[in-house]
């Protein structure tokens, strides 16, 4: 049996991931003394009531080397392939601790990819594994799939509100109140080395219609779903899922919620996409 592992940076449920025939290892968010496992303890949604509340950023930690040895052993010694999806190694430790994990075992029956990305690129190549997997692929050949679309897997967020980003450190604090005031929404993207900002739309307006104008003028390529993120705004997710299909767009549309470690930069009302882009 061939086993597709990642972690919850995917963004997807357990209880989907229970569906899939897949497993999701979480990361853990801690609020004061309190931590918590993603989608496990706490999901999603319930994340960012806390974070609206709390009066202190939470921090956040990777799947440690242990949990990533275990269930590669379980899967392995019961003779399964494995192929690991991961968040991209520049924006979190959990990459690294799978690496040690699987540098210790030491078996060719485990392939371990860097995904280069993050949410809903994350999730876009999970999905993607999953149908490969499904029509009957070997993990060698599903990992030479995956491996050959990270070039051309997109990740664009849109933030709504800039005090996240100024809490987590990620702007400057002389930048927030002027962007706030301005009604500025940064664009990031994810990148292989990182985050970083590409743009920024003025007004809660704009925002569906950057998404819209990137799409055309890169193309996602219809062989592959495209992933739409939202920070507990799934009504945003949805008017702009419905605008999407308005302006042709075709790709099978998946919705998922962004989970802690992306959402505790971005903050709530946030959203945005991820897509392979046809050649």
């Not at 933030?159 to 500025?184: C, H, T, W, Y």
């Not at 193309?219 to 920070?231: A, E, F, Q, W």
Request: hydrophobic share 40%; aromatic share 6%; charged share 25%.
């Amino acid at each position: 049996m061939i086993r597709i592992i990642t972690d919850s940076l995917c963004d997807m449920t357990m209880d989907y991931a229970k569906k899939q025939n897949i497993d999701i290892l979480p990361l853990t968010v801690r609020f004061g003394e309190t931590d918590y496992k993603c989608g496990i303890d706490l999901s999603n949604e319930d994340f960012y009531d806390k974070l609206e509340s709390s009066e202190e950023t939470p921090s956040t930690a990777a799947v440690n080397p242990y949990e990533f040895e275990e269930i590669f052993r379980k899967y392995i010694e019961a003779g399964d392939d494995i192929v690991a999806i991961l968040f991209s190694k520049h924006m979190s430790a959990t990459y690294q601790s799978a690496a040690i994990a699987a540098d210790s075992i030491e078996s060719d029956k485990l392939r371990l990819i860097d995904c280069e990305n993050g949410a809903m690129g994350q999730a876009l190549l999970i999905e993607t594994a999953i149908v490969l997997r499904d029509k009957g692929l070997t993990a060698d050949e599903i990992a030479e799939n995956i491996k050959s679309l990270l070039p051309k897997t997109r990740t664009y967020i849109i933030v709504d509100n800039m005090d996240f980003l100024n809490r987590s450190g990620r702007i400057s604090k002389s930048a927030e109140p002027v962007g706030s005031q301005m009604k500025i929404h940064p664009v990031l993207q994810l990148l292989a080395d990182g985050v970083k900002p590409v743009d920024k739309v003025k007004g809660r307006k704009s925002c569906n219609a950057w998404l819209i104008n990137k799409l055309r003028e890169n193309t996602p390529d219809t062989n592959y779903k495209l992933v739409i993120g939202h920070s507990n705004a799934p009504d945003r997710a949805e008017a702009l899922k419905e605008q999407l299909q308005e302006a042709g767009i075709t790709n099978e549309i998946f919705i998922t919620c962004i989970g802690p470690i992306v959402g505790t930069h971005i903050g709530p009302n946030s959203f945005g996409i991820g897509y392979i882009v046809k050649e």
